[in-house]
């Protein structure tokens, strides 16, 4: 690979995510405030999305270490689940072990009995769900009801939903009006602007062991920007591959031409339009001078 040649001491754009890679853009950090202050204030709904890729899972797992100790938190990656399946998954991560058989009404008043528990412990209980576009209407009503349960003053169970904007088309349906009302806090996570990208790459590259700023030329990052759309998952896999192509060719700089080839190598990023300044100037005289020659024969 790459590293040696580099001078890195690890990959720098890997697709997991890794909250020691976390970069503090404004845009995800303006969501992760909006989280922080919004589960302390106790609001009980909060909704973020985001384009695929954009770093909602990445935020997710920030926030489980940025949460004070008061807060309990039950997290739910997969939640293409029935709504006695996902009761089952949120008794599970609450330590509790569902009743057998399956009695949904029983499983019910044993979350309730665990929650006040942890209200009377001073605790916060937190439902963190990811990828909630897969949530069915009917397990969405599920999550409400059990919002339901509080006290005269508190809410016993908040809810973080992150997911893609297929969930904010669900949610507009007329049959979870009454769960769209209950959505206090939403917060959509932006693409990267041309500079955020350049910042992004570079903090990446250093947290990896790099020394020297950034490898890629301008015209480089110009074409990263323009092909992944400012998107995090793309822009990594544009960075990753075109490194490995300037690595192929034994060069230390990573240049417009090492990210075509990356762009080749890339079904999901293919077809995006790149804007050439001198072939729209080329074509916009062309025009001009067609319009020229017809009013002239006319």
């Known amino acids: 690979m790459y590293l040696e040649h580099f001078k890195l001491n690890t990959l720098p754009f ?33 909704k973020i999305t985001g384009e695929v890729g954009s770093g909602k899972t990445l935020l997710c797992r920030l926030l489980l270490e940025k949460l004070d100790p008061e807060f309990v938190t039950a997290y739910i990656p997969n939640p293409d689940l029935t709504p006695s399946g996902l009761r089952s998954a949120v008794a599970l991560e609450l330590g509790i072990t569902p009743p057998l058989p399956a009695d949904q009404h029983r499983l019910l008043t044993i979350i309730s009995e665990k929650l006040i528990t942890l209200h009377k412990q001073n605790k916060r209980t937190v439902l963190l769900i990811d990828e909630a576009q897969t949530l069915s209407f009917e397990s969405l009503e599920a999550i409400r ?25 669900k949610i507009k349906k007329t049959d979870l009006r009454q769960l769209q009302q209950r959505i206090t806090f939403s917060y959509y996570l932006p693409q990267l602007s041309r500079e955020e990208l350049e910042a992004y790459l570079c903090h990446r590259l250093t947290m990896a062991g790099y020394t020297m700023g950034t490898p890629f030329t301008k015209k480089a990052l110009h074409l990263i920007h323009t092909k992944s759309r400012g998107i995090p998952r793309l822009i990594n896999i544009l960075a990753h591959k075109s490194m490995m192509a300037s690595f192929g060719k034994n060069e230390t700089k990573v240049d417009r031409r090492s990210v075509i080839t990356a762009i080749k190598d890339t079904d999901s990023v293919k077809n995006v339009l790149v804007y050439n300044k001198k072939l729209i100037w080329f074509s916009l005289s062309t025009f001009m001078m067609i319009l020229g020659i017809l009013f002239v024969v006319r």
């Open 145 to 169: 009801l059990l919002t339901n349960l509080e006290t005269e003053t508190t809410k016993l169970l908040q809810v973080v939903l992150f997911g893609q904007p297929e969930l904010d088309t």
């Open 14 to 46: 890997t697709l997991t995510p890794n909250t020691g890679f976390y970069c503090n853009l404004p845009g995800h950090q303006a969501a992760l405030n909006v989280l922080l202050v919004s589960l302390r204030a106790g609001e009980g709904f909060i």
